[in-house]
């Protein structure tokens, strides 16, 4: 886990706005993935949340940039999404995007979360 200090310097590079954004996701991921190790890459500009290491182990990942933070749900194509919330246009993962800390709250957004999960831990005991 990164200390907070790491983190701070880590989002220094970003507008206040996007910090903000970023800070309320971690407490937010942190409360939806109990128990998930937060892994800082600074060099991608991403912080990613697993289980396990490697890129196996990822659930979800907070994609920083300087408009916004983008909510990353790895294999979110195959996940029921009901409010339309994800965005992206890739065959396998899909994205929330965040523009302000209101953006957490949308419903349907922590279902989605929960069906991550749950979607990691049944991979993981179909392949573990």
Not at 19 to 24: E, M, P, Q
Not at 55 to 80: M, Q
Not at 86 to 113: C, E, F, N, T
Request: charged share 25%; net charge positive; with cysteine.
């Amino acid at each position: 886990m990164p200390s907070a200090k790491d983190v701070e310097t880590f989002l220094a590079a970003y507008p206040p706005e996007v910090r903000d954004v970023a800070l309320a996701a971690r407490n937010l991921l942190g409360e939806a993935l109990p128990g998930a190790t937060e892994t800082l890459d600074e060099s991608a500009r991403i912080i990613g949340y697993s289980y396990t290491p490697g890129y196996k182990g990822v659930v979800c990942t907070l994609i920083l940039s300087r408009t916004g933070v983008k909510l990353g749900i790895v294999r979110g194509s195959e996940l029921p999404d009901p409010k339309r919330l994800m965005g992206g246009s890739g065959k396998v993962h899909r994205h929330v995007q965040l523009q302000s800390i209101a953006d957490l709250k949308r419903p349907g957004l922590k279902p989605l979360l929960k069906a991550a999960l749950a979607a990691w831990q049944e991979r993981n005991e179909v392949n573990g």
